[in-house]
């Protein structure tokens, strides 16, 4: 299981999706999956995280196309999928710092037993 789900709802983005999917290649710290739940695009998105999930990547990545519905039912739909401890999302049009997910696993595991904090 991995540490974290970093999770990306997309919709139409495979011009800028490889942004984010180059940043997650560059973690430091590779202890999460990928999760992609793709609301129904019309543009190559599909072959384009196949192409990345063809790949050694260090982490896995799990895609999903469900049919148009909106960011709220990918974000319900992306939950029931997570296989991560910790849940995050970040959009598709953005990307991650290359310690991003070692820091956050360092903060994780010093408050992930402290009653006043969730997650």
């Given at each position: 299981m991995p540490f974290f789900t970093v999770f990306t709802p997309t919709y139409n983005r495979a011009y800028i999706l490889p942004q984010l999917y180059r940043s997650l290649c560059e973690?430091?710290?590779?202890d999460f999956e990928w999760l992609v739940v793709d609301d129904g695009s019309?543009?190559?998105?599909s072959e384009l995280?196949?192409?990345?999930?063809?790949?050694?990547?260090?982490?896995?990545?799990?895609?999903?196309?469900?049919?148009?519905?909106?960011?709220?039912?990918?974000?319900?739909?992306?939950?029931?999928?997570?296989q991560g401890k910790f849940f995050f999302m970040v959009d598709s049009d953005d990307h991650l710092t290359s310690t991003a997910i070692e820091k956050m696993l360092s903060w994780c595991r010093g408050v992930e037993n402290d009653p006043h904090f969730i997650g």
């Open positions: 973690q430091s710290c590779k019309s543009d190559n998105t995280v196949a192409q990345w999930q063809g790949r050694n990547n260090g982490f896995q990545i799990c895609y999903y196309q469900i049919p148009n519905g909106g960011k709220p039912r990918a974000i319900n739909f992306g939950i029931t999928k997570a």
